[in-house]
């Protein structure tokens, strides 16, 4: 018995459309080809499969009895190329994720988990890079991927934005401005700053820091620098302690927050971005994989 997968998408298409003439459109084989195979699989069964008229054609008992397993066979062979096509794409290795201390919050924790649960042949190793870090060791190699917020001032890094959100200003508790709704860069003029330490992983040294501080500025007032600092503890004391204040991301109010802080809306700020951030070059099947995934997980969401 010599029975071909064709037989059997011959067979379906001619018992579903209950028409050779129709089978033959949904196949793309001449009608006389058609009926040709379809006699060689009644030859291979061993009895006739239809019956045919001047009406049509309609299944016989056995030919109703036989398209029950030719239709599970088709469909197990379609299983199969899709579990092997699926194994062919699928990557595995490990992979190194470079974040930023200021990209901390729900979005990047939900974009790695999903990746995770997707993708449980990668074994992800997380490192968190302090705010004199902008790139999140790309530049350095020590990480393939990043999870991060922009700008990244360095030549042959790729980003693609994943999220967005305001920036809010970040007071001591007892500023005369911590009880105000909302602020504006004209409201806080003169007033000294927390700002980062400059970058020291390769990246342009101060454009980072000051995205943060807002410069230039509309009004054309110079930030006033009161203290620096190169980590998110760094950054906290120096803000209690009434050296400066600072913006931070929305999110932040909740991973950021602490006795003697307090956070409040601004009315001209611009919003930050969190971008999957890699190198440009770098083609590996599982870096692509990943600024493919988190980015349509994040598009989708």
Not at 55 to 78: I, K, M, Q
Not at 86 to 96: E, I, P, Y
Not at 144 to 156: I, Q, T
Not at 235 to 255: D, N
Request: glycine fraction near 6%; charge should be neutral; include cysteine.
């Amino acid at each position: 018995m010599n029975i071909e997968l064709r037989h059997l998408r011959y067979f379906v298409a001619v018992a579903e459309e209950a028409s050779f003439t129709a089978a033959t459109q949904r196949v793309h084989v001449a009608q006389q080809v058609l009926s040709a195979q379809i006699r060689k699989l009644e030859d291979a069964v061993g009895t006739q499969l239809f019956e045919r008229s001047s009406r049509g054609v309609a299944l016989t008992p056995a030919g109703t009895a036989f398209l029950g397993a030719a239709r599970e066979t088709l469909a197990s062979v379609d299983r199969g190329v899709m579990a092997a096509r699926n194994a062919a794409r699928a990557v595995s290795g490990r992979l190194s994720v470079g974040l930023s201390l200021a990209a901390s919050g729900d979005t990047r924790t939900r974009l790695l988990a999903t990746f995770e649960r997707a993708s449980p042949q990668v074994d992800l190793r997380l490192l968190a890079f302090d705010l004199t870090e902008p790139a999140c060791g790309l530049l350095d190699r020590s990480s393939d991927v990043a999870l991060l917020r922009p700008p990244v001032a360095a030549a042959g890094i790729a980003l693609r934005q994943v999220d967005s959100e305001p920036r809010v200003f970040v007071l001591p508790a007892g500023h005369p401005l911590a009880a105000r709704e909302a602020l504006s860069l004209a409201d806080v003029a003169g007033l000294p700053w927390v700002a980062a330490d400059l970058a020291t992983d390769g990246c342009e040294p101060v454009r980072w820091r000051d995205d943060w501080l807002i410069n230039p500025r509309p009004g054309g007032d110079v930030p006033v620098i009161g203290a620096v600092a190169r980590t998110i503890e760094e950054w906290r004391e120096h803000i209690v302690a009434g050296h400066g204040i600072s913006l931070c991301p929305a999110s932040a109010e909740t991973h950021n927050a602490r006795p003697g802080i307090v956070f409040v809306p601004g009315k001209d700020t611009p919003s930050t971005a969190l971008c999957v951030a890699w190198r440009a070059d770098d083609n590996r099947p599982a870096v692509r994989s990943f600024v493919e995934f988190v980015t349509n997980a994040a598009a989708n969401s």
